[in-house]
């Protein structure tokens, strides 16, 4: 398992956030996610399978802006 951080933005509720955690955890290998609005952060926990770009595109999908992965 591995921890992603990365850095979203548009992201302006609680409503926002439950909309990212649940479209990322349905793709395979994503174990658990928090989304932080105030932040704007989102925290993945993954297999190492999982792309990093599959994650940044579900994010612009649902409307957000994702900005960067943090290191």
Known sequence: MREIKM???GMVCS???NRVKNALES???VDKVEADHKKDLVKVI?????REKD??????????KFIEIMK
Do not use: P, R
Request: glycine letters at 12%.
């Open 7 to 9: 850095k979203v933005k």
């Open 15 to 17: 409503g926002c956030e």
């Open 27 to 29: 793709l395979n290998g």
């Open 46 to 50: 993954a297999t190492s399978s999982v």
């Open 55 to 64: 994650l940044e595109e579900k994010i612009d999908d649902l409307g957000f």
